[in-house]
């Protein structure tokens, strides 16, 4: 039977008890009211009860009671026990996370959005030199280095900041932050040290190699072209590999020149210089046309934007995406180039009728030595080297190539540049 069902019944018998005694007595009124009195005061009693114990917290077993109080007090009783249960298990599971944020080898600091500092672990304390009492702190009071300013700054957080670590400039840090719940972030700062070291060598071994490599080759150069003028065409063997000798030669040329030019790349300083764009891709296009023919190429200068940036560099860049536009369609296609500017930046647009790129090749195709193997382009001469080149040039002038590219029927090769990146004529 239900608590409230079991309170009716009692309190229905009590007044029936009452009914019946004040009928024989005549006593009823001053009867029922006894009861009522007693009723209230038995329930004024259990409240007062109730109100100690919860004021108290409800420690411990509750006082003994009967009927729908022992209920009340059950049904509490119980839900403290479950949440003590559930804290307790939240407060392990929360040392857990802090022991094993503690162990990690990276710096790992909670910031909240004043971009102060909620909380961070052993390595942060170690690496980026931020002690216990910096609790509360704004980080770009503690860590000064500008590229971490602007990076915290500027919200966009897909790429982690280089930086060295500001106890060790010896020490080089990858820091990435993590947007998460209501306006926190998660800095983690990563040791990066011996990959940035792997990455120089690498870097270095290929320029050296490159260079060294030059000098030879154009002994061999030299010879071959010796030889050459010197064959009288008496046998057709020793024309044909100085011929095929003079072909591998220029290409290894090529690979060098091309590697050289990347290792300067990832190595020079940036220049800072206004270029006169629509100038110089007419340029490219005579140079260019002397080679394949005027009819093949088509240049539309939509605007005469300038951009700041290094002449050299892009200019190496459009030749690549030119050369590939002609190298890889048909020789009866047009190619054609759209210098334009929009709202959203300036664009250069390289347009070919040829064969197209699968989209998985498109998106390897600016990585280092990867060529698209089909039976003709394995017959057209290529480094592979061509679209690191230009990836490499767009990022240091801030800009990206989009490639669009339809199977058997074209590409589109469009270099998109910020609009900060216009040079002053145009900007006044
Ligand atoms: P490569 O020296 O081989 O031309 P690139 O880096 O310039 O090297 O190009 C990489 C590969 O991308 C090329 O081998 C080719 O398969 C493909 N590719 C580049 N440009 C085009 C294009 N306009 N149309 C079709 N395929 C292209």
Redesign the pocket.
Known sequence: MGIWRREIITFLLLFSVICVIGLFTKLFVPLLLILTLSLLFQHLYQINRFEKWLRTGGQGNYPKTTGAWEELYYHVYRIKKNNKRRKKKLSKMVDQFRESTEALPDAAVVLNAGDEIEWANKAAREVLGLRQGDKGQRIPNLIRFPEFIQYLKSKQYDEPVIMPSPLNNQIILAVRIINYGAGLRLLLAQDVTQLKQMERMRKDFVANVSHELRTPLTVLKGYIETLQDMDEQVSPLLTNSLKNMQGQTDRMQHLVDDLLLLAHLETKNKKHEVIDIPTLLTQICHETEATVGEERIKLTLNCDANLVGEENELRSAFT?LLS??L???PEDTLVQLHWYQTEDGVFLDVI?Q????ALT?ILR??ERF???E?KR?KK?N???????I?KHVLMRHDAQLIIR?ELGKG?C?KCAFPLKRLGNKTNN
Do not use: H, M, P, Q
């Open positions: 690549n590939n536009a190298k890889y369609s070919d040829g064969e197209g790129i090749d195709v600016t990867y060529r698209v089909t382009s057209i290529g480094t592979g080297l061509g679209l690191a230009v590219s590409s090769f």
